[in-house]
């Protein structure tokens, strides 16, 4: 269907967690993610840190860069993550999740912001 297969594997992720949880989050993050990866969303930590609040869950459907400083915890799942932001993102006690572990853990998107 498309020609990377990472894309297109978290779509068929995304579309079976639709029709399993009827949570329209799932459906918006598949939108996002298929969108060309030139128009795909960039958010550097600052901002996440500026619109975040200690604990929360958010998705980034595009990549997460280093620059700024993060000051509370939260849970992260993006596309792509670089290693700088990784870092800034666990030393202060926040996670990193993989899309699955996304959906295992919030199946009907109770909780979870898309930030970008």
């Excluded at 598949?30 to 998705?59: C, F, M, P």
Aim: with cysteine; proline share 2%; charged share 25%.
């Amino acid at each position: 269907m498309f020609a990377n297969t990472l894309v297109d594997n978290m779509i068929w992720t995304l579309r079976k967690a639709f029709k399993q949880n009827k949570a329209s989050i799932w459906r918006s993050l598949e939108y996002e993610i298929s969108k060309a990866r030139s128009i795909r969303r960039e958010v550097n930590i600052s901002r996440l840190s500026s619109v975040t609040k200690d604990g929360e869950v958010i998705v980034v459907p595009g990549k997460v860069l280093g620059s700024g400083e993060m000051d509370h915890q939260i849970t992260v799942c993006a596309f792509s993550i670089s290693n700088m932001a990784a870092k800034k993102i666990t030393d202060v006690g926040g996670r990193i999740i993989t899309l699955n572990e996304l959906i295992d853990g919030y199946p009907q998107g109770k909780g979870v912001r898309i930030i970008g």
